[in-house]
Nanobody, 127 residues
Framework: QVQLVESGGGSVQAGGSLRLSCAASGYPYSRYCMGWFRQPPGQEREAVASLYTGGRDTFYADSVKGRFTISRDNAENTVHLQMDSLIPEDTAMYYC?????????????????????WGQGTQVTVS
């Protein structure tokens, strides 16, 4: 059974940085599509960034392009989200999620409904 555990959330002032990590275990595949999503208070869940762990493709929501960077450490089965130049609008519960590689291949890497395993979430608050 695939399990995802997020870490690295917290509170930071506007302009600051945070680095989120998502550790995956129990994965039946050697490569997969991994995404970060967030849900601001009272709002719908939205995509943040995604990548395919078997290649170099990365995908970003327009709202975070140039500020956030998604990366992977395949040896540790971990995906990171470096968040710089944070703004109050980035305040949300952040979730990592995973699915089969096909989601990344067919251009659906930022579609939440394509993901079938989710972590428990980590809170990010920007003031």
């Amino acid at each position: 059974q695939v399990q995802l555990v997020e870490s690295g959330g917290g509170s930071v002032q506007a302009g600051g940085s945070l680095r989120l990590s998502c550790a995956a275990s129990g994965y039946p595949y050697s490569r997969y599509c991994m995404g970060w999503f967030r849900q601001p208070p009272g709002q719908e869940r939205e995509a943040v960034a995604s990548l395919y762990t078997g290649g170099r493709d990365t995908f970003y929501a327009d709202s975070v392009k140039g500020r956030f960077t998604i990366s992977r450490d395949n040896a540790e089965n971990t995906v990171h989200l470096q968040m710089d130049s944070l703004i109050p609008e980035d305040t949300a519960m952040y979730y990592c999620a995973t699915t089969t590689p096909r989601t990344c291949w067919v251009g659906a890497a930022l579609t939440a409904t394509e993901y079938y395993t989710w972590g428990q979430g980590t809170q990010v608050t920007v003031s």
